[in-house]
């Protein structure tokens, strides 16, 4: 069986691994990945978002199935496109990605269909109107671009934004720019990811996973892709009761059932970015794939094989998914002075034989064959164990064995963060 992989970072160097043990891989990345690179039988450079190139390559390597790892080739239609050209593919429409791909859409089908964990939002076109209303709401905001931003976009008042003024004139700029603003009010909480695969029908579960989005130690600095992310061996997280977990698992299948509902079926991996709030688990956004780096949680001790799992959400026929016992640790390096001033075209030292010898793994992201990095998180480093601490303790090992002009989280996983994050939610709860 021939698989074609699209994307090349981390969270697809993870897949790729997962795939290559039941099929023959294909990739086609932007850049070519050192790690993939390795796995891969061929390799084509192409912008992931080039689905008419994607196609091409696809059909001359005569691939039996597609699995796309990014969101921006989902909001180009590439599902479509190959499913249209015979080659069934591992995730969702145009349409049913417009899930994350925008957000007005996702909040007003959760409106629609009354979907727990939802939460106030407006959309405005008109600039006085927004500022009326923002005025008239007086609590603190979110202000999001409709579209995809990398992350990049979404502003919330107490952290990006100084207050509702702030707010306005983010919005105000954001209407000039794309005739449109969401406005959301704020949450607050502790973040946690919820990702399931599902064939538009049935839906898998996935461990829980929480990332640290700050570029910082200590949960400050400028909001990245994700600069780590943890799991535990219970699948759960440390701060979630039961009521929460089904709370937030209900938001997802009935968010699925909804999709179904309106007549654009959702397949593929949905991920549940929640906020746990005082009262429940609320929904911040959905994303159509797979975290970055929360791929790299799941698929290393994911039991069941990857291949079937993706043969089975094309299908229509999901069986099951079955995951170890075991906690991860995914620690990201990244060049220095990302995410806003990132060195680009500098070499890193990665010595993999140390960093297999502490027993941890790696995955390879925005850096070339030559260990050039390019801009974005460049690796990965990731401890698997029976306890958090010990994953903790490996991923800490193995990525003092990467050196060159980087930076990462030391606190990433660390007993001492997760217990400011379950205090938090101890505090905000009264307990
Ligand atoms: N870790 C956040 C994301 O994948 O969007």
């Known amino acids: 069986m021939r698989v074609l992989l699209v994307g090349a970072g981390g969270r697809e160097?993870?897949?790729?691994?997962?795939?290559?043990?039941?099929?023959e891989l294909y990739v086609i990345g932007k850049h070519r990945n050192p790690g993939i690179s390795r796995i891969?039988?061929?390799?084509?450079?192409?912008?992931?978002?080039?689905?008419?190139?994607?196609?091409?390559?696809?059909?001359?390597?005569?691939?039996?199935?597609?699995?796309?790892?990014?969101?921006?080739?989902?909001?180009?239609?590439?599902?479509?496109?190959?499913?249209?050209?015979?080659?069934?593919?591992?995730?969702?429409?145009?349409?049913?990605?417009?899930l994350e791909t925008n957000k007005a859409f996702a909040r007003w089908l959760m409106d629609k269909y009354k979907i727990p964990g939802r939460k106030l939002f407006r959309v405005f076109e008109d600039i006085s109107e927004m500022k009326a209303w923002v005025d008239d709401f007086g609590k603190p905001v979110v202000v999001k671009p409709l579209g995809l931003t990398g992350g990049k976009g979404v502003k919330v008042v107490g952290y990006q934004l100084k207050d509702n003024e702030e707010a306005k004139a983010y919005a105000e700029e954001l209407i000039k720019k794309d005739g449109k603003v969401l406005i959301e009010e704020r949450t607050d909480g502790v973040e946690f990811t919820f990702q399931v695969f599902t064939d538009g029908k049935k839906v898998l579960l996935m461990p829980l996973a929480q990332d640290y989005p700050h570029a910082y130690e200590g949960d400050v600095g400028p909001i990245t892709g994700g600069m780590g992310s943890y799991s535990c061996e219970d699948h759960l997280l440390p701060f979630i009761t039961k009521k929460d977990y089904d709370?937030?698992?209900?938001?997802?299948?009935?968010?699925?059932?909804?999709?179904?509902?309106e007549g654009t079926p959702y397949k593929g991996i949905l991920y549940g970015q929640f906020m746990l709030a005082k009262?429940?688990?609320?929904?911040?956004?959905?994303?159509?794939?797979?975290?970055?780096?929360?791929?790299?949680?799941?698929?290393?001790?994911?039991?069941?094989?990857?291949?079937?799992?993706?043969e089975g959400i094309v299908d229509g026929n999901l069986k099951g998914a079955e995951f170890e016992r075991k906690a991860t640790v995914v620690k990201y390096i990244a060049p220095k002075g990302y995410p806003t001033n990132p060195v680009k075209g500098v070499r890193l030292q990665v010595d993999e034989d140390r960093i297999r010898e502490e027993g941890a793994k790696v995955y390879y992201a925005s850096l070339d064959e030559n260990f050039t990095m390019l801009g974005s998180r460049a690796l990965a480093v990731v401890g698997v164990a029976d306890s958090l601490e010990e994953a903790e303790r490996i991923a800490s090992a193995g990525i003092k064995h990467v050196s060159g002009e980087i930076f990462y989280r030391r606190d990433v996983g660390t007993k001492e963060s997760i217990a400011k994050r379950i205090e938090l939610v101890r505090a905000m709860r009264g307990e």
Request: proline share 6%.
């Open 13 to 23: 160097h993870a897949i790729a691994e997962a795939l290559a043990e039941g099929a």
């Open 40 to 98: 891969a039988k061929e390799y084509g450079l192409a912008k992931e978002t080039d689905v008419e190139k994607v196609l091409e390559f696809a059909l001359k390597w005569g691939v039996d199935m597609a699995f796309i790892g990014p969101e921006a080739p989902l909001e180009k239609g590439i599902v479509n496109v190959l499913e249209e050209n015979g080659i069934p593919t591992v995730g969702p429409s145009k349409e049913a990605a417009m």
């Open 247 to 261: 709370k937030a698992l209900e938001a997802l299948k009935a968010t699925i059932d909804a999709m179904r509902k």
């Open 279 to 310: 009262d429940e688990p609320k929904i911040i956004e959905f994303n159509a794939r797979f975290g970055d780096p929360e791929a790299m949680n799941v698929l290393p001790i994911l039991k069941t094989s990857l291949v079937e799992i993706g």
